[in-house]
């Protein structure tokens, strides 16, 4: 399987990180969605990244749904969210949130570098969204006693978290 995509997108970033900690095996295709648009638009109309294309040509697109089925291929024992119930509950909202933190990063650096003139209205909003994310992780964590997010191994919430931090500093 190959996964398309760079690595300084916290999405495809996600999925690497996710792929290589259950050890699966893939190629990576660092395509750009601006300059390899086609490329990436043969396995995936919308033209995002990450796309996980599979050894029998299906490609799956979006992070989170890429993640679902790798945490069905590895089995409920490896995988890196709970199946049911409160914890996996607990898992989704800060997984949602960082996804959330991500999306709004992106879209800032999108129109800072698109955009002729930034729409300040816009930027506004991106950034004070970000900031109350950010006030929310901070006060869960200070809740959790322990190395990871939830449990006593990391998780798709720890990874979600590090690289949506990692992509707005």
Known sequence: MFLIGQYDS????????ALR???LPFEH?????????EQVAA???????????????????????????LDELVGPDKAMIARSGIERRRHLR??????????KAVSLVYERVLRKEQLKLW???CEGQISRVLAVLD???????????LGDRIGHADIAVACALRFTR
Do not use: C, H
């Not at 916290?10 to 690497?16: G, L, Q």
């Not at 295709?29 to 648009?37: I, Q, Y």
């Not at 006060?139 to 997010?149: D, F, I, K, L």
């Open 10 to 17: 916290p999405f495809v970033r996600r999925t690497a990180i």
């Open 43 to 69: 396995y995936n109309p919308v033209q995002r990244v990450p796309t996980l294309v599979l050894d029998d040509g299906e490609a799956l697109i979006e992070s989170s749904a890429i993640l679902d089925y």
């Open 21 to 23: 900690l259950y050890g």
């Open 94 to 103: 800060i997984m949602a949130l960082a996804t959330g933190l991500a999306d």
């Open 29 to 37: 295709k660092p395509w750009s969605t601006f300059g390899d648009a």
């Open 139 to 149: 006060q869960e964590r200070a809740a959790v006693p322990t190395p990871y997010w």
């Open 123 to 125: 930027v506004e909003r």
